[in-house]
């Protein structure tokens, strides 16, 4: 049941985020008013958390089973905590609360952890404080744990001045569908799941979460995560400029302009039955300077791939979405591999449940994207296929 809705949801959610980026990137260039910009920023915002949102719901059934992951990539603490203030913002103007940030210095510039786990734990404290708080003001603040001995940490850290809670309440807190009592659950809603969200996420990403509160007075929870290596990693004593990190963001983006045909002259099959999907991937590679072959279902791409390979030229990569009509993905990059073709095969899916890549990989393929897809990593991911041939 989840496979499938995860499906569902996030087929039609590729469209949108997708022709948002797409209209974000041209409402830039053509300079248009800060209106139109910042309401395509809001809807992009949105959409991202709608995903996460989705994710939370995926996420306890991995939790369930056991199979929750974390990727350590390199982000910056400053960046998750604008961001999530920003979409929590909203919801807590809804209620006349004010948002604050503090930042205890020093803080490194960056970590390596995963910036959507820790994401999700703050939107899930932050979304709780509200939740309890009628006035006053919440507050996230950021510091950081050298522990000497040990390994560093963030700690996050959310201050509200709500209901609070007794001794006896916060017991069985970070236990699945466990809210304080069960008028709690009727008066304020929700099912008790985001804390042991929580802990198991802070888990994996090697801190750990506690809480204290007074009845009537307010609580505090803070969530570490582990730093990773710090080696050359920058020490703050303040953080730059929202405005100066944004003008080097976007000297940043010019650079990715320079990279625009990134993929010029290479030949991609797009096997994707959907009109909105096909519309959408063969223009983000277009843009990247690549031709583009469509195929509508898993029959059609397999027959594409041997007329290519029949006359001597591979395509430079088969982007295969793995749920098509007639012959879906897994059967058409079966029969290929069967059939002798050893060009780049990618899958496409809208699952995103433990296994999906592996059962992707099982049948041929080399790699694997999971929808909503991501404009940069699919462009590079086929970059990196194409450079990987020359090599050969």
Known sequence: FLANMSHEIRTPMTAILGYTEILELEAKSLELPELITDSLDTIKRNGGHLMELINDILDLSKIEAGKLDAESILCSPQTIVEEVLELVQVRAEAKG????????????????????????????????AIKFTEVGT??????FLENPGGEPQIQFTVIDQGIGMTESQMAGLFRPFSQADSSTTRKYGGTGLGLTICKRLTDILGGDIFATSELNHGSRFSATVRTGNLEGIQLLQEFQPRKARKAA???????SEEQAY????????????????QKLISFILK????EVTVAENGEAARKAALRAMEIGLLYDAILMDMQMPILDGYGATRQ????????????????AMEGDREK?????????????????????????????????
Request: a neutral charge; hydrophobic letters at 35%; aromatic letters at 4%.
């Open 97 to 128: 609360l004010k948002l604050e940030a503090g930042y205890q210095f020093p803080l490194p510039a960056n970590i390596h952890s995963d910036p959507t786990r820790i994401r999700q734990i703050l939107i899930n404290l932050i979304g709780n």
């Open 138 to 143: 919440i507050r996230l603040e950021t510091s």
């Open 249 to 255: 963001e976007r000297e940043s983006a010019a650079e």
């Open 262 to 277: 990134i993929l010029k002259g290479k030949k991609v099959l797009l096997a994707e039955d959907g009109p909105d999907n």
């Open 287 to 290: 843009k990247s300077g690549a």
């Open 336 to 351: 290929l591999r069967e059939q002798g073709y050893s060009g780049p095969i990618i899958s496409l899916t809208a699952n």
């Open 360 to 392: 992707c990989i099982s049948v041929g393929c080399n790699d694997h994207l999971t929808k909503p897809i991501d404009r940069r990593k699919l462009v590079s991911m086929i970059a990196n296929f194409c450079e990987s041939e020359i090599l050969a």
